[in-house]
T-cell receptor, first 115, second 111 residues
């Protein structure tokens, strides 16, 4: 069974440029998460989807961040414009929900560097 | 608000030693607790998941225990190896909610 797929793995951009990250969850997982991980810290939630609905986006900086999950499968996280402080690792995770004990499976992450 | 604390922040041990990593959480109403491993520049690999009704889980040289009432979990690593060097993260969940992570323990096993 394929795991959570993320692309790109690495991205270097200049500040004020836009950037987008893509996530393909494990097949059949209805719940999808985007987490932000700063250096030396644990991941923190940005947004959670149940199918195509964003059910928790309270931590998403909506002035510059946006996300979508079309058809309840793949998801895209966008930053426009990027700032220096956005340099971090962006992790995507998916979960089968109650049937799987709410276990979350993580992708390899996208490491963003904003210059 | 749930808070997760991991002690120590960093640990260096010689190869072959047994070691314990600690995790504590403020709200005992958790659904499960997971221990993850993270190698530099990599994503998270789930090591062990303990349901709230369980006391411990074992996988190979790893053993995780959970004392829900006191808000504590430990990860025991037996006969440590240089390949165990990584950051170990503890995270808790309350039902269908985001994981709340600690900051991790950075482990170095010296050959």
């Amino acid at each position: 069974e394929a795991g959570v797929v993320q692309s790109p793995r690495y991205k270097i951009i200049e500040k004020k440029q836009p950037v987008a990250f893509w996530c393909n969850p494990i097949s059949g997982h209805n719940t999808l998460y985007w987490y932000l991980q700063n250096l030396g810290q644990g991941p923190e939630l940005l947004i959670r989807y149940e199918n195509e609905e964003a059910v928790d986006d309270s931590q998403l900086p909506k002035d510059r961040f946006s996300a979508e999950r079309l058809k309840g499968v793949d998801s895209t996280l966008k930053i426009q414009p990027a700032e220096l402080g956005d340099s971090a690792v962006y992790l995507c995770a998916s979960s089968p929900g109650l049937a799987g004990g709410y276990t979350q499976y993580f992708g390899p992450g996208t490491r963003l560097t904003v210059l | 608000k749930q808070e997760v604390t991991q002690i120590p922040a960093a640990l260096s041990v010689p190869e072959g030693e047994n070691l314990v990593l600690n995790c504590s959480f403020t709200d005992s109403a958790i659904y499960n607790l997971q221990w993850f491993r993270q190698d530099p520049g990599k994503g998270l690999t789930s090591l062990l998941l303990i349901q709230s009704s369980q006391r411990e889980q074992t996988s190979g040289r790893l053993n995780a225990s959970l004392d829900k009432s006191s808000g504590r979990s430990t990860l025991y690593i037996a006969a440590s190896q240089p390949g165990d060097s990584a950051t170990y993260l503890c995270a808790v969940i309350t039902g269908n909610t985001p994981l709340v992570f600690g900051k991790g323990t950075r482990l170095s096993v010296i050959a």
